[in-house]
T-cell receptor, first 115, second 113 residues
Framework: GAGVSQSPSNKVTEKGKDVELRCDPI?????LYWYRQSLGQGLEFLIY????????KSGLPSDRFSAERTGGSVSTLTIQRTQQEDSAVYLC?????????????FGPGTRLTVL | KQEVTQIPAALSVPEGENLVLNCSFT??????LQWFRQDPGKGLTSLLL?????REQTSGRLNASLDKSSGRSTLYIAASQPGDSATYLC????????????FGQGTTLQVKP
């Protein structure tokens, strides 16, 4: 596709359930990022992938959060035992390379609601 | 730790006005500073990227400046239009150059016809 896509666009789950969020980056983009946007917290970095490895996962808020990337393309963010404070919009972005002049292209996000 | 602040949080102007959005950052060791636009329920759209060696970038009616020494960036919008109504976010790409962006809280702009 022409842009970054994310699925699902909306996810409602019950507290304690596991959820998986998917990101399809722009073809050929080697860098991939996950961010979280919640009321009162703004937009926060979660994790960065270069290829299939994650050299920076410093933004993951707890060990309930994990992410993987396969084939240097699709990435999945998994949240185990969801809590109400996990409710937010999860945004994915991709970048051609991590160079100083390269911008990030964002997907439309997945809105997660934990009841 | 890099912190990014945007002032004002919200702004309402009549159509046709020129306006300035402000962004400040605490750590001057940045690779670039980016401005994004976010429409309700949508992702972010990149507007301008200023590399650390640059002072400003222009695109159409938009002009962004960067002053690393003072830790400030401004986004100037000329002749505002109702279609400019959105939330504007600035983000600093820190010294690790991983592309990890630290965002401000945003300025929500409303341009009234």
């Amino acid at each position: 596709g022409a842009g970054v896509s994310q699925s699902p666009s909306n996810k409602v789950t019950e507290k304690g359930k596991d959820v998986e969020l998917r990101c399809d980056p722009i073809s050929g983009h080697t860098a991939l990022y996950w961010y979280r946007q919640s009321l009162g917290q703004g937009l926060e970095f979660l994790i960065y992938f270069q290829g299939n490895s994650a050299p920076d996962k410093s933004g993951l808020p707890s060990d309930r959060f994990s992410a993987e990337r396969t084939g240097g393309s699709v990435s999945t963010l998994t949240i185990q035992r969801t809590q109400q404070e996990d409710s937010a919009v999860y945004l994915c972005a991709s970048r051609l390379i991590a160079g100083v002049s390269d911008t990030q292209y964002f997907g439309p996000g997945t809105r997660l609601t934990v009841l | 730790k890099q912190e990014v602040t945007q002032i004002p949080a919200a702004l309402s102007v009549p159509e046709g006005e020129n306006l300035v959005l402000n962004c400040s950052f605490t750590d001057s060791a940045i690779y670039n500073l980016q401005w994004f636009r976010q429409d309700p329920g949508k992702g972010l759209t990149s507007l301008l990227l200023i590399q650390s060696s640059q002072r400003e970038q222009t695109s159409g009616r938009l002009n962004a400046s960067l002053d690393k020494s003072s830790g400030r960036s401004t986004l100037y919008i000329a002749a505002s239009q109702p279609g400019d109504s959105a939330t504007y976010l600035c983000a600093a790409d820190g010294s690790s150059n991983t592309g990890k962006l630290i965002f401000g809280q945003g300025t929500t702009l409303q341009v009234k016809p």
